[in-house]
């Protein structure tokens, strides 16, 4: 089969994008993959499909694959972006905010006059069992009120939540020189996450400022992670390191992230806005 996609990033971040509001995709893990193969394929971290909603209230629907896996995954930040800007350069909606159903949340996405897109990306889950995280057995370190929580053979405290999907925070003196390549796959297959995890590493600069590295799961490093970002300033805000507006500086752009969280309660949505742009568009044989 042949098939149309167009390429697109968000900070670094590269996503495939497919049209499947015609007729429904099916594609195995071996073509995803095949797709995210940068050797081979077209090459991306993510691959986007956007369906139709059968629901009231919703725009579109909204799947997210992992290039490397092929399996389909919950929530992506640089990818949501991406989806609102391709739906507008495409004529396939003339509104200026949408809502998508993904896998396991209604995100609101919008598209802004300065050309960036901003993405309510819900609130933040803190509860364990929802990541899932076991700390049977652990003692955690309190800074703030919130919990540090150390990994057996990792050598290292995380915070961990969720924002859709789960993710591992460590604060490091230094993300030039943190051990992401070794120790981001420890943390991200850890045994105390069953369904394994991102692991991010956030240096402080400022209480308005990070720069951020992300070894994503079943992807390695990325030049930048949307939820990661998200995930790493709620880390920060709630072990009282970071303010509510913090600039994220990743290695492929930045980020800005928003969350009322101390002041308006646990349950205030995290605001995302970045950039996403078309890079080109192709054909494929599969």
């Avoid at 167009?6 to 429904?24: C, E, H, R, Y």
Wanted: glycine content about 10%; proline content about 4%.
């Amino acid at each position: 089969m042949k098939l149309r996609f167009t390429k697109m990033q968000g900070a670094g971040n590269d996503f495939v994008v497919i049209n499947a509001l015609q007729s429904p995709l099916s594609l195995s893990p071996a073509q995803i993959r095949h797709l995210g193969d940068r050797r081979f394929g077209v090459g991306c971290d993510q691959i986007l499909v956007i369906e139709r909603s059968d629901s009231a209230g919703i725009d579109f629907r909204y799947r997210i694959f992992n290039g490397s896996s092929g399996d389909e995954v919950e929530h992506c930040g640089n990818g949501a972006r991406c989806f609102v800007r391709y739906v507008a350069e495409q004529g396939l909606s003339s509104k200026r905010s949408i809502r998508v159903q993904t896998i396991n949340a209604v995100l609101e996405l919008h598209l802004r006059d300065d050309g960036r897109v901003c993405v309510d990306m819900g609130a933040p889950v803190f509860e364990h069992a929802k990541l899932p995280f076991d700390a049977n057995g652990l003692s955690p370190r309190l800074l703030n009120g919130f919990e540090l929580w150390p990994l057996e053979g990792a050598d290292c405290e995380v915070a961990v939540l969720s924002m859709g999907n789960p993710h591992a925070v460590q604060v490091v003196d230094s993300v030039d020189s943190a051990p992401v390549p070794t120790l981001g796959p420890l943390v991200e297959a850890h045994a105390r996450f069953a369904r394994k995890v991102n692991a991010g590493f956030m240096q402080i600069v400022s209480r308005s400022e990070v720069r951020l590295r992300v070894f994503e799961r079943d992807a390695g490093e990325t030049l930048a992670c949307g939820t990661g970002a998200c995930a790493a300033v709620v880390a920060g805000i709630r072990l009282g390191l970071l303010d509510e507006a913090v600039e994220v500086h990743a290695r492929g752009g930045d980020l800005k992230i928003e969350w009322a969280g101390l002041s308006a309660g646990l349950q205030a949505p995290v605001f995302l806005t970045g950039p996403a742009q078309t890079v080109f568009e192709g054909e494929i044989a599969l």
